[in-house]
């Protein structure tokens, strides 16, 4: 091959590859943003699989359930108690239990929803699918799929369509 033939030669592989070197660096351009949650003043927004939830620095912790539940079960004193019409949830009170949130308004939720969490590598078969922690706060989805969220001593999940609040 003459020396006008190589030039060329390599002139077309390194269009060839520098194209695709191009491609592969802008995947990160054009891909969706890392899942996570935000930060917003000092609260956290994040999704627990179909809810939108929020976690306050004073530990507040509150979910925007995707399909309002019929009821909610909410142990007082011992005792279940069903609570109709639930649209979200919340813990905000170390003397009460976790409790619909029905003037939340979608307070938890960011315009356009809210990022998902990071899915962890569990390591053992018992570790949670996704979890996150903030102001001693800490919401997860457990191995199972059960969406669970506790704070100041309380806490609510949903395995099913009635969420139960303690």
């Known amino acids: 091959m003459s020396r006008v033939g190589k030039v060329a030669a390599a002139g077309v592989c390194g269009g060839i590859l520098g194209m695709v070197a191009g491609l592969f660096t802008a995947i990160p351009a054009t891909a969706e943003a890392a899942p996570g949650p935000v930060l917003v003043g000092d609260t ?4 627990l699989g179909d809810w939108n939830c929020a976690i306050r620095a004073d530990g507040t912790v509150g979910c925007d359930l995707a399909d309002p539940a019929a009821s909610m079960n909410v142990l007082y004193a011992g005792i279940q108690v069903p609570v109709p019409n639930v649209p979200a949830i919340i813990v905000d009170s170390k003397t ?3 409790r619909p949130h029905w003037d939340s308004n979608g307070s938890h939720t960011l315009p356009g ?3 998902e969490l990071p899915r962890f590598a569990a390591v053992h078969y018992h570790d949670p699918q996704y979890s996150f922690t903030y102001a001693g706060a800490n919401c997860q989805i457990t191995f199972k799929g059960v969406a ?3 704070s100041m001593g ?3 999940s ?3 369509p009635v969420p ?3």
Do not use: D
């Open 44 to 47: 956290a927004y994040f999704a």
């Open 96 to 98: 009460l239990p976790a």
């Open 113 to 115: 929803g809210n990022p």
């Open 148 to 150: 669970v969220c506790t």
């Open 154 to 156: 309380h806490g609510f």
């Open 158 to 160: 949903q395995w099913g």
């Open 164 to 166: 139960f609040g303690y």
